[in-house]
């Protein structure tokens, strides 16, 4: 009896720990419960607003975080903080940390933010004004060229250079921005490229951004092609030249600046202690009939792709890898038709010479 009776009590104090434990299933299928979970999974509102500010958004790079402020009105004006798009552009730009263009950005309509996003992504369809030989509206007075180079992640380079664009020598001449000059040389950690290795890892490793500002127009637009389109190395001096370049609209069908090729040239050199030096840097337009633009042509360039509208970022790189070829295939294309077009003018030339010559012979035998 006794031995019933303690079993009895040890089946109570079982059935009581287990009923402590976990709720019995009709509980956890009620219809408050799953509201309630419902309501948690779906309101972001419930995480407090520092941990959102502080240890989320300020771990997000731009895209991420201009997707997330799509999300609900409540992310959207958490992700508008003008702090979160300040780091972001000095993270992604270093060059942007200079005093003078944290100023400019931050007369742009929203700030940073609308920075980011004129700067980041690919303009792929830019603004036309008719006849490239007239003068488009509102031409900006001064460019400011915001320069970043990376080698394997790594800064190697940073420069803001500022062009004033009014006088008539600029627009006259051809248009060139040198962020070096000609005896300067940037160190870098580069090895010296004594093997065809070293041009390789430049091709794949290397990064380069130049991004134009306009600081009375509040615009702006990332010229760079990221990746390099072309490493050359010279068989002479042992310089490697790197090339980024972009394209961007020009004028009417069949003109020379249908389309017009923004080229950054970065010439690398070796030093003594066998590491690289960077000893240019420098861009110019090009139109497809391989002559660079003056000041004048080259500004009415520049204000199409930053008036222009801007693609998704992360299609910035093939896209603009497919436009460079497809400027060097139609600058080739037209290169051919303009020889043609001087043979057979060179031919009738010649049949002309020899017709007229033939004629005046006959003239002079039968006279």
Same mark, same amino acid.
């Given at each position: 009896?006794?031995?019933?009776?303690?079993?009895?009590?040890?089946? @109570?104090?079982?059935?009581?720990?287990? @009923?402590?434990?976990? &709720?019995?299933?009709?509980?956890?299928?009620?219809?408050?419960?799953?509201?309630?979970?419902?309501?948690?999974?779906?309101?972001?509102?419930?995480?407090?607003? $520092?941990?959102?500010?502080?240890? +989320?958004?300020?771990?997000?790079?731009?895209?991420?975080?201009?997707?997330?402020?799509? #999300?609900?009105?409540?992310?959207?004006?958490?992700?508008?903080?003008?702090?979160?798009?300040? $780091? +972001?552009?000095?993270?992604?730009?270093?060059?942007?940390?200079?005093?003078?263009?944290?100023?400019?950005?931050?007369?742009?309509?929203?700030?940073?933010?609308?920075?980011?996003? $004129?700067?980041? &992504?690919?303009?792929?369809? &830019?603004?036309?004004?008719?006849?490239?030989?007239?003068?488009?509206?509102?031409?900006?007075? /001064?460019?400011?060229?915001? !320069?970043?180079?990376?080698?394997?992640?790594?800064?190697?380079?940073?420069? !803001?250079?500022?062009?004033?664009? !009014?006088?008539?020598?600029?627009?006259?001449?051809?248009?060139?921005?040198?962020?070096?000059?000609?005896?300067? #040389?940037? *160190?870098?950690?580069?090895? *010296?490229?004594?093997? $065809?290795?070293?041009?390789?890892?430049?091709?794949?490793?290397?990064?380069?951004?130049?991004?134009?500002?306009?600081?009375?127009?509040?615009?702006?637009?990332?010229?760079?092609?990221?990746?390099?389109?072309?490493?050359?190395?010279?068989?002479?001096?042992? /310089?490697?030249?790197?090339?980024?370049?972009?394209?961007?609209?020009?004028?009417?069908?069949?003109?020379?600046?249908?389309?017009?090729?923004?080229?950054?040239?970065?010439?690398?050199?070796?030093?003594?202690?066998?590491?690289?030096?960077?000893?240019?840097?420098?861009?110019?337009?090009?139109?497809?009939?391989?002559?660079?633009?003056?000041?004048?042509?080259?500004?009415?360039?520049?204000?199409?792709?930053?008036?222009?509208?801007?693609?998704?970022?992360?299609?910035?790189?093939?896209?603009?890898?497919?436009?460079?070829?497809?400027?060097?295939?139609?600058?080739?294309?037209?290169?051919?038709?303009?020889?043609?077009?001087?043979?057979?003018?060179?031919?009738?030339?010649?049949?002309?010479?020899?017709?007229?010559?033939?004629?005046?012979?006959?003239?002079?035998?039968?006279?």
């Amino acid at each position: 009896m006794q031995n019933a009776l303690l079993q009895t009590r040890k089946d @109570s104090k079982t059935m009581a720990t287990t @009923s402590s434990a976990s &709720p019995p299933l009709s509980a956890l299928c009620s219809p408050a419960i799953t509201i309630v979970d419902q309501n948690n999974a779906l309101t972001i509102s419930t995480v407090h607003q $520092d941990i959102i500010e502080t240890h +989320i958004f300020t771990r997000l790079d731009g895209p991420t975080l201009a997707s997330a402020s799509c #999300a609900s009105t409540h992310l959207h004006a958490l992700a508008s903080q003008e702090n979160l798009w300040t $780091d +972001i552009c000095h993270s992604t730009w270093p060059s942007t940390t200079s005093s003078r263009v944290r100023h400019v950005i931050s007369n742009f309509h929203n700030g940073p933010r609308s920075f980011f996003s $004129d700067a980041f &992504p690919l303009t792929i369809e &830019p603004v036309s004004f008719g006849n490239s030989s007239e003068n488009p509206p509102d031409l900006p007075t /001064e460019i400011i060229s915001a !320069v970043d180079i990376y080698y394997k992640k790594e800064q190697i380079f940073s420069k !803001v250079v500022e062009t004033e664009t !009014v006088s008539a020598w600029f627009k006259c001449s051809p248009f060139r921005v040198d962020l070096l000059d000609p005896k300067e #040389a940037v *160190s870098t950690r580069i090895p *010296s490229p004594d093997k $065809d290795e070293t041009c390789r890892d430049l091709e794949e490793d290397m990064e380069l951004s130049w991004i134009i500002i306009d600081p009375i127009g509040k615009r702006a637009m990332n010229l760079s092609s990221q990746r390099p389109v072309n490493v050359h190395r010279h068989w002479l001096s042992g /310089e490697v030249q790197v090339k980024f370049a972009s394209v961007v609209g020009g004028g009417g069908i069949g003109a020379a600046t249908e389309l017009v090729q923004c080229g950054v040239v970065v010439t690398c050199g070796g030093s003594a202690k066998g590491e690289m030096h960077v000893r240019e840097v420098s861009l110019q337009l090009e139109d497809m009939d391989g002559m660079y633009l003056n000041g004048r042509e080259s500004l009415v360039m520049l204000r199409r792709g930053l008036a222009g509208k801007r693609g998704r970022g992360k299609k910035r790189e093939s896209e603009r890898k497919k436009e460079v070829e497809e400027f060097l295939e139609r600058k080739r294309e037209r290169k051919e038709r303009k020889m043609r077009r001087e043979g057979t003018l060179d031919t009738l030339c010649v049949a002309f010479g020899v017709s007229a010559s033939a004629s005046a012979l006959l003239f002079l035998l039968f006279r």
